[in-house]
């Protein structure tokens, strides 16, 4: 076999590509004398298990421009994208993995645990939402790429300085990502465009469980409406930790279904949202979210500042709500229970619901904000139609409760007890 250096220097891919290849069903790398450095994406089998001491750093060479891992797949170009995606050269781009690998050959049970993926961003070509440059096929700047996946563990990991997403999935089912440490600390060219965890369309049963660290966009996004467009059903994310992050969740669909979401024990401070449900894409909206659950939240506003060499280009009043409902959206059922706000940076609505949004079940339980700043702080400001609202055991202090600029057909409101 080829050797394996690990001395940062030596390019290591082939020699761990020989080892994946070996027909063992798991790896497990020594810790490097440096770090391991590769210039090629490792492409891991069905029924393997790739293994790296925890703090063991594999880094992208300069200039390699391609994602660090994937699963193995079958090259079959065909052009499978909605005709809609081709109009823009950015959307074609990312999403250029479903034209370009034969969605015939999925792979299944699929594990890498431990390890600092490093994605050295700053050698890599820019981020092409700002250069557009689409010169190399390959390179969206994602650090993993998992496609037609059944049964992925991801876990005991950390993911450095994506030049976009750190982990990029799509219709992958019966997966698990935990104990994920992100690290970010630069942007190429800006801070902008680095989610955590990125879905695309068609994932289920998955499970988040345990993520922590500073995201210069959503920490955790289920968009529907991209790559291949389909349904995200069942998932549960159980644990988000993070300080001054754009956001915590992002749910998004045009024409697709997004139902059965468990959002659960968020912390943080994030200047854009905490949780939002999103529409984005032009278009009529003919999806729908249903069963989506937010519950054990514990978050606050964040200024719009990135720490270090950068500065946040985005103004103050771009931000929104902490729990934002964008507008020309629809919702089945959507449950918040145990909210609660300490907030003395920016005075957002608490929970918001925009224009021409219908929600057919509003129900929100055992919420808490207390207001630390000189401006007021609506805990719900609807402007959409809301069929059926319960507000129960909410306490906002003096601040108001309700702001109805839309429709709200039946109202129920259990106020918090006063103690005298």
Not at 5 to 33: F, M, N, V, W
Not at 48 to 56: C, D, I, K
Not at 292 to 308: E, F, H, M, Q, S
Request: glycine share 8%; with cysteine; proline share 5%.
């Amino acid at each position: 076999m080829q050797q394996l250096y690990g001395d940062g220097i030596h390019d290591d891919t082939l020699a761990i590509q020989e080892r994946i290849d070996s027909g063992a069903c798991e790896l497990s790398l020594p810790a490097p004398k440096a770090f391991y450095l590769i210039s090629h994406p490792l492409e891991l089998p069905s029924r393997f298990r790739l293994v790296l001491p925890r703090f063991a750093e594999i880094r992208l060479a300069d200039g390699a421009n391609c994602v660090m891992v994937r699963n193995k797949v079958v090259y079959d170009h065909a052009r499978r994208l909605a005709e809609d995606a081709y109009a823009d050269p950015l959307t074609a781009h990312l999403w250029g993995y479903v034209d370009d690998y034969s969605p015939d050959h999925p792979c299944r049970d699929i594990e890498i645990c431990g390890g600092i993926w490093n994605c050295n961003n700053m050698g890599q070509i820019p981020n092409q939402t700002f250069s557009k440059d689409y010169s190399v096929r390959e390179f969206c700047g994602y650090g993993m790429l998992f496609y037609n996946v059944k049964g992925l563990k991801l876990s005991h990991m950390t993911l450095k300085d994506p030049t976009r997403y750190a982990i990029t999935m799509a219709t992958v089912s019966y997966f698990t990502v935990e104990d994920i440490t992100f690290d970010f600390n630069k942007g190429n060219p800006y801070p902008l465009n680095m989610d955590g965890v990125h879905l695309d369309g068609n994932c289920h049963y998955g499970t988040f469980r345990d993520l922590r660290g500073t995201c210069y966009d959503d920490l955790i996004a289920l968009n529907a409406h991209e790559g291949s467009r389909g349904p995200i059903t069942n998932i549960r994310i159980d644990g988000i930790y993070a300080e001054e992050c754009h956001s915590a969740v992002r749910l998004l669909l045009v024409g697709e279904r997004v139902e059965n979401i468990h959002i659960s024990n968020v912390f943080g401070t994030y200047y854009q949202y905490c949780v939002g449900i999103s529409k984005f894409y032009p278009g009529k909206t003919t999806g729908k979210y249903d069963g989506i659950t937010l519950d054990n939240i514990y978050a606050a506003k964040a200024l719009p500042v990135r720490k270090g060499d950068f500065q946040h280009p985005k103004k103050v009043e771009q931000t929104y709500p902490l729990i934002w409902v964008q507008g020309n959206t629809a919702v089945g059922t959507l449950t918040l229970r145990d909210l609660h706000r300490h907030e003395s940076t920016l005075p957002r609505d608490t929970v918001f619901v925009g224009e021409n949004t219908t929600v057919d079940r509003l129900i929100i339980e055992n919420a808490t904000t207390e207001n630390g700043t000189d401006e007021p702080m609506t805990f719900l400001h609807n402007k959409g139609s809301i069929a059926y609202l319960s507000l129960s055991n909410v306490d906002c202090g003096e601040d108001e409760m309700l702001v109805n600029e839309g429709e709200i057909k039946t109202v129920k409101i259990d106020k918090s007890p006063k103690t005298v």
